[in-house]
């Protein structure tokens, strides 16, 4: 069935460093979302790409669809300290199967 | 977007009792969706919940184990039967939101320790 794998697994960075996690797909995706779930908190859409190659952007936040649409990142420039918890990717493949990607945990040191 | 109330939000029970986690919508919604979050673990997939039908479940939870009510479109319910400490988790229900392009919206969350 299919697959969707994250790395890194954890990330401590000092706050203003960057970050980036990835997410990458056993199968052909129709579509990856990204969520952010705080300590404590429940899960956040963030964002849905739906088109092979597409970049967006939140703020500092930039987000990138692979050509292949099986990979995806989110770069976070200057990270804050607000930006700390676990961000998840989740993959639809043209069979509507919807799987979550296992997180990557940002930790920010003030 | 659209906005869940699930309730209760944390809650610790005895082994072989049971305990129904309650979803309320603000809008109407075809498919519920429970998920089940073990500590510092991504988010499982338990079940489908739709209007009319009976739930439509994944590999490794049945029924008699996670049995689901959706008597409207507004609403649904999952019951942890005859629980066991290996239940203890953070269930979760959730709808895709057209309000924010179909990505998923979730209830906050019910924490539940079984002792």
């Known amino acids: 069935g299919q697959q969707v794998m994250q790395i890194p697994q954890y990330q401590h960075v000092q706050e203003g460093e960057d970050f980036t996690t990835y997410c990458n797909s056993s199968?052909?995706?129709?579509?990856i979302q990204w969520y952010k779930q705080r300590p404590g908190g429940h899960p956040v859409f963030l964002i849905q790409l739906v088109k092979s190659g597409e970049v967006k952007k939140q703020k500092r936040l930039t987000f990138q669809f692979g050509e292949a649409k099986k990979n995806s990142s989110l770069h976070i420039t200057a990270t804050q300290t607000t930006d700390v918890g676990t961000y998840f990717c989740?993959?639809?493949?043209?069979?509507?199967?919807?799987?979550f990607g296992p997180g990557t945990r940002l930790s920010v040191l003030p | 977007s659209a906005v869940i109330s699930q309730k209760p939000s944390r809650d610790i029970c005895q082994r072989g009792t049971s305990l129904t986690i309650q979803c309320q919508v603000d809008?109407?919604?075809?498919?519920m969706f429970w998920y089940r979050q073990q500590p510092g673990q991504s988010l499982t997939l338990i079940a489908t919940?739709?209007?009319?039908?009976?739930?439509?479940?994944e590999s490794g939870f049945v029924i008699d184990k996670f049995p689901i009510s959706r008597p409207n479109l507004t609403f649904s319910t999952l019951t942890v039967s005859n629980m066991s400490p290996e239940d203890s988790s953070i269930y979760l229900c959730?709808?895709?939101?057209?309000?924010?392009?179909?990505?998923?919206?979730f209830g906050s969350g019910t924490r539940l320790t079984v002792v």
């Open positions: 989740a993959g639809r493949d043209y069979g509507q199967n919807f799987v």
């Open positions: 919940a739709n209007q009319g039908s009976e739930a439509t479940y």
């Open positions: 809008s109407q919604v075809t498919m």
């Open positions: 199968t052909t995706l129709s579509n």
């Open positions: 959730s709808v895709e939101d057209p309000g924010q392009n179909y990505g998923y919206t």
